[in-house]
Nanobody, 118 residues
Framework: QVQLVESGGGLVQPGGSLRLSCAAS????????MGWYRQVPGKQRELVAT???????DYADSVKGRFTISKDNAKNTLFLQMNNLQPEDTAAYYC????????????WGQGTQVTVSS
């Protein structure tokens, strides 16, 4: 079992920035993929950004140019730098880890709330 603990959420004004962190209980070196998803009440969880083991990142169109996903293998931590935040970015943000060995394993954190409001 892998524990993922998100932090860094909070209340920010439109145009502001936040940096989310996701600390993993095991090494993230070589993990097939990690990512950030977000969810608002009554809607499906949606992909925000992912990063693969080789460092290739993908983003939802809605966040391209504003959000940056990165990871620090030495600290077993995933990050999401969010700039120019807008009210529509308000959501609970979840960290995700995918490991493929004999089968596919998916792990989720508990989430951190991001609220963008003036």
């Amino acid at each position: 079992q892998v524990q993922l603990v998100e932090s860094g959420g909070g209340l920010v004004q439109p145009g502001g920035s936040l940096r989310l962190s996701c600390a993993a209980s095991r090494s993230i070196f070589g993990v097939n993929a990690m990512g950030w998803y977000r969810q608002v009440p009554g809607k499906q969880r949606e992909l925000v950004a992912t990063i693969r083991s080789g460092g290739v990142a993908d983003y939802a169109d809605s966040v391209k140019g504003r959000f940056t996903i990165s990871k620090d293998n030495a600290k077993n931590t995933l990050f999401l730098q969010m700039n120019n935040l807008q009210p529509e970015d308000t959501a609970a943000y979840y960290c995700n880890m995918i490991i493929v060995s004999s089968q596919l394993y998916t792990f989720w954190g508990q989430g951190t709330q991001v609220t963008v409001s003036s």
